[in-house]
């Protein structure tokens, strides 16, 4: 069986863990975690950046330090995980869900502006599959009617709008680390604070509400409670594992981008059955984080799902548009958002990692196209 994902080992990442244990010190905070930041901080010029827990931490953190309360609205693409949602749901917020584009499952920045009511806080967008969203389009729009704007990038590490990196566009982005990832740490995120004047208050929120990261600078004497916050910091074995895997992230991802370029080579023949291929703005640069098809129906992702399985092959679709989810549906508004809907039930994601043998992607490419009889 060609599975559909392999989480990928450097190799590195037992020397770093092995390094932090013999540290002694692997609560949060630690060197490895400081070592992740400079390195994002260095490389994509982040102003400041926060290791977390998980991508749906730095959200949860993203929502506390927009103040996000019980009467705003917060405008999030359907299709999408359940992540960019929940965080502003915990902080009693109504979330309005966007289509999205026809061209790709992104934000359709198009049907923005009829979603925004004076209550309208802030607007998520989401990169999905590592390719940006039309953020000039999105900033004009929240600059206009003073919203802020999150990037959920889980999935955008290394991806550029224009020549700007993704995480860098937001009043706060939010990175994942998840196995699924391009770059992993078992569990593990990262919030990118760009408003200066969140820097200083999103440290006491990651630290429980408390001060202590100054404390641990020598700024202050003692440490208090002073906000309200959680338990958002990784542990630095985390920090240890992601280091390892940032040292080969310019492989990772030139290993990842053959993969996905040899893919949209050979499956042009698709087109001719009506099949969608991922649609690449101008403006964005991708990291390879999936490989998908849409197909015309349903039913027809189903028999090819099931086709590819019986030879040999997992495939997956991605996301229920929340929207019609069990929990939100009763609380939707009722807008058909066919878009989300079509991606939700013709996506099909296919086998996109570092160790994906090439014999097996042409396997399974030679499968397809005898499958849609364009071989
Ligand atoms: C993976 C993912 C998340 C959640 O990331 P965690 O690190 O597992 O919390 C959130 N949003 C999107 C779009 C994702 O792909």
């Known amino acids: 069986?060609?599975?559909?994902?392999?989480?990928?080992?450097?190799?590195?990442?037992?020397?770093?863990?092995?390094a932090a244990l013999q540290s002694g010190k692997i609560a949060g905070d630690g060197p490895f975690t400081h070592r992740c930041q400079q390195f994002f901080e260095a490389r994509y010029h982040f102003p400041k950046t926060l290791l977390t827990t998980s991508c749906t931490d730095a959200l949860e953190m993203a929502a506390i330090l927009l103040n996000i309360q019980a009467g705003d609205e917060v405008i999030i693409p359907s299709f999408t995980f359940v992540s960019s949602a929940n965080p502003f749901l915990l902080r009693g917020a109504k979330v309005v869900f966007a289509d999205s584009s026809p061209?790709?499952?992104?934000?359709?920045e198009t049907t923005l502006e009829a979603l925004i009511t004076p209550r309208t806080k802030a607007i998520v967008v989401v990169h999905y599959a590592g390719v940006a969203c039309n953020?000039?389009?999105?900033?004009?729009?929240?600059?206009?009617?003073q919203l802020s704007v999150v990037e959920d990038a889980a999935q955008g590490l290394d991806s550029y709008f224009e020549s700007q990196p993704l995480g860098s566009l937001g009043t706060l982005s939010a990175f994942s680390f998840h196995d699924t990832k391009n770059i992993i740490a078992g569990e593990g995120g990262m919030l990118v604070i760009n408003d200066p004047a969140l820097m200083e208050r999103a440290e006491i929120i990651r630290e429980k509400g408390t001060n202590r990261s100054r404390f641990f600078r020598g700024e202050i004497d003692q440490y208090g409670w002073i906000d309200i916050g959680s338990s958002f910091l990784p542990s630095d074995l985390v920090?240890?594992?992601?280091?390892?895997q940032l040292q080969h992230l310019t492989d990772i991802q030139h290993k990842r981008l053959s993969i996905w370029a040899h893919?949209?080579?050979?499956?042009?023949?698709?087109?001719?059955?009506?099949?969608?291929?991922?649609?690449?703005?101008?403006?964005?640069?991708?990291?390879?984080?999936?490989?998908y098809l849409v197909t015309r129906s349903a039913?027809?992702?189903?028999?090819?799902?099931?086709?590819?399985?019986?030879?040999?092959?997992?495939?997956?679709?991605?996301?229920?548009?929340?929207?019609?989810?069990a929990y939100y549906a009763p609380?939707?508004?009722?807008?058909?958002?066919?878009?989300?809907?079509?991606?939700?039930?013709?996506?099909?994601?296919?086998?996109?990692?570092?160790?994906?043998?090439?014999?097996?992607?042409?396997?399974?490419?030679?499968c397809l196209l005898a499958y849609f009889q364009v071989a």
């Open 1 to 18: 069986m060609i599975p559909f994902h392999k989480p990928y080992f450097t190799g590195a990442e037992l020397g770093y863990l092995q």
């Open 103 to 108: 061209l790709n499952p992104n934000l359709d």
């Open 135 to 145: 953020m000039n389009a999105i900033l004009r729009l929240a600059q206009a009617h």
């Open 239 to 244: 920090a240890a594992c992601l280091y390892a």
């Open 263 to 291: 893919y949209l080579q050979r499956l042009q023949p698709l087109l001719s059955r009506g099949v969608q291929l991922p649609f690449i703005p101008a403006y964005a640069t991708h990291n390879a984080n999936l490989f």
């Open 299 to 325: 039913s027809e992702r189903s028999a090819l799902l099931a086709h590819l399985k019986d030879k040999g092959i997992a495939t997956a679709f991605h996301y229920q548009a929340l929207h019609q989810s």
């Open 331 to 366: 609380l939707h508004d009722g807008r058909p958002l066919p878009q989300a809907q079509r991606y939700a039930d013709c996506l099909l994601r296919l086998p996109l990692y570092y160790e994906l043998p090439p014999t097996d992607q042409d396997y399974l490419i030679d």
